[in-house]
């Protein structure tokens, strides 16, 4: 027999008798003559615990965490002893033990801390967001709408029930351009009018599908070989569909032609002109209960306008930290090189207007750089919406 192991079992022996004093001091013993072994330090804290020494408990879990700082339960005992201790730290230390949780099932006895976990945290956080909403409540109600939502969102971060998002294109950052998920419209007179069409274009829309003449294509579409397994669930699958009016800047006739005052309107919108890249304009049909997961565009150099068509109830969309739902005739424009993701949870089919636009930004001889520079650089196949 070992010594650890006749230490474990002169533990048990001791807990079986109740004798939490002996179980201790042979726990000592042990931690002092392997003080690397991060199971002896958390069986010393565990028998602290119950013998009422929660100092000298949370003193034995500092030294496990000291040997392994991520150790999921030596961070969730930690968190249990300070919430005992009535320590102020507690309510983050259950934020800190659950971002470690271990992927997949948990045994009961850990699935069941885990719940008080997440049951504890989540009411430390309501209590410090009542707290702070408190504190900004008088400063808030001077806002104006844009400020509550930016003042709202800073309060958001300050809790980490949301992140900062930024701008990520897979190919083309163009520097110093405003960074917003939803830009303001103010800096596109052009949405009105785009609204104002929303029954013409949903009536073209409705007139090309029922006449079943619509060239209707899977929207991604990538060689099965390449390393995306993001879009491994949607390559090639119809569940998200597009028709196409403008693609990579060619006109896809069967489908414009369909669509005349769709298209006039689009010849009025400034779109950027990027051959083999853009414009860009589509019908996208989202199928029942489809995902489009987190994703980012190719350019900052442009942003991306939406004009919800057919929306049924519950369908969403995510820029960054904001998510909206879609309402049929309310357009937006996002920047698609910020994370984002869209859902339709519905039984029916959803159906967006997407074009692209320069951002507003650019001037005429940058519009002109970006040109050149994305022709020359042959990535038009890329430059999906």
């Keep these: 027999m070992t010594a650890n192991g006749g230490a474990d079992r002169g533990v048990e022996q001791a807990l079986a008798a109740g004798d939490f004093g002996r179980a201790l001091e042979l726990l000592r013993a042990a931690s002092a003559a392997n003080p690397g072994d991060i199971d002896t330090l958390l069986k010393l804290a565990g028998v602290s615990r119950a013998a009422g020494r929660p100092r000298e408990a949370l003193d034995a879990v500092h030294r496990a965490l000291a040997l392994s700082p991520l150790h999921f339960t030596a961070l969730l005992l930690r968190a249990s002893l300070l919430q005992r201790l009535d320590e102020a730290k507690a309510g ?12 997949g099932a948990l045994p009961p006895p850990l699935a069941a801390a885990v719940a008080e976990a997440e049951a504890r945290h989540a009411a430390w956080l309501a209590a410090r967001e009542e707290r702070l909403a408190a504190a900004m409540a008088p400063v808030e109600a001077t806002a104006g709408d844009d400020e509550r939502r930016r003042i709202a969102r800073f309060r958001s971060n300050a809790l980490r029930r949301t992140r900062p998002f930024h701008s990520e294109p897979t190919h083309f950052f163009f520097p110093e351009l405003t960074e917003r ?13 785009l609204e104002a069409a929303t029954e013409e274009i949903a009536a073209e829309l409705q007139a090309l599908l029922a006449a079943n003449r619509a060239e209707l294509v899977p929207y991604i579409q990538y060689p099965d070989h390449l390393p995306m397994r993001q879009w491994q669930p949607l390559n090639h699958n119809p569940d998200w569909s597009a028709i196409h009016l403008l693609q990579n800047g060619r006109r896809i006739d069967g489908n414009a032609d369909q669509c005349p005052r769709t298209m006039a309107l689009i010849d009025r919108l400034p779109q950027p002109d990027v051959p083999g890249a853009s414009p860009n304009a589509m019908f996208s049909l989202l199928a029942p209960h489809t995902h489009i997961p987190p994703h980012v565009g190719v350019s900052n150099a442009r942003l991306v306008c939406h004009l919800p068509l057919i929306v049924p109830e519950g369908c969403w969309f995510r ?56 022709e020359a650089e042959g990535k038009g196949e890329s430059a999906r919406l």
């Design 92 to 103: 983050e230390a259950w934020g800190e033990a659950l971002a470690q949780r271990p992927a």
């Design 181 to 193: 998920e939803f830009h303001p419209r103010a800096r596109f007179p052009w949405l009105t009018d």
């Design 319 to 374: 820029v960054g930290g904001e998510r909206r739902d879609w309402r049929r005739g309310e357009a937006f424009v996002f920047d698609d090189t910020i994370e984002h993701e869209a859902m339709n949870p519905s039984d029916r089919l959803r159906v967006v207007f997407i074009f692209d636009v320069w951002h507003p930004d650019l001037s005429p001889t940058e519009r002109a750089a970006v040109t050149a520079l994305i």
